[in-house]
């Protein structure tokens, strides 16, 4: 494991005694650790603390050294899984994706999982996306496709943004929060 990635690591779980347990986290690499998520939860009115337990440069592998500190601890009533887009070059990537997504589903039964399919259209993204699919049961586990217009990433962020936080929600969606959103 890169000494970066364990630093982060070691990191969240000295605050994880902080967080509030039963909520939401994200946990995935670079792209989502990059993502402004606390900017733009914080300009919405959400029923549930999101955490983002995201470490630019983490791997398959890395996630499932990590997974019990940084996800499992804070024992998520939803959890966003993001991985995936360091592990282009690992032939059993797919593989060590389906076992995680077992190990969580076994440690956290009651929590909602949502897995974010890879952005772009390579062949690795179209591959790894697909088997994303074959994990979803519609019941406890789904998964995100995000929308990628043409648009400049801060733009780009904010689209997304509005997709994850209609899964954020618990309850219907109120008029002021609508407002909100649409301030984005």
Known sequence: MKASVQAMAAAMKGINDLALKGEIVVFGSTYMAGFPLYELVNRCRLESAVYNRSIAGLTLDDAV?????????LRPSKLFLALGEEDEADPDAIKKYAALV????AKLP???LYLICLPGESSYA?????HIQTL???????????V??????SALAKVRFKQLSSF?????LKMPDAFALAEL
Not at 65 to 73: A, D, G, P, R, S
Not at 126 to 130: D, E, I, P, V, Y
Not at 136 to 146: L, R, W
Not at 148 to 153: A, D, G, H, T, Y
């Open 65 to 73: 050294e990590i997974v019990q500190t940084c996800v499992i601890e």
């Open 102 to 105: 077992a190990h969580i589903r």
């Open 110 to 112: 009651a929590c909602r």
């Open 126 to 130: 179209a591959r790894f996306n697909q």
């Open 136 to 146: 979803c049961d519609g019941c406890k586990v789904s998964s995100i496709e995000f």
């Open 148 to 153: 990628s217009p043409p648009l400049p990433e």
């Open 168 to 172: 954020f929600r618990s309850k219907p």
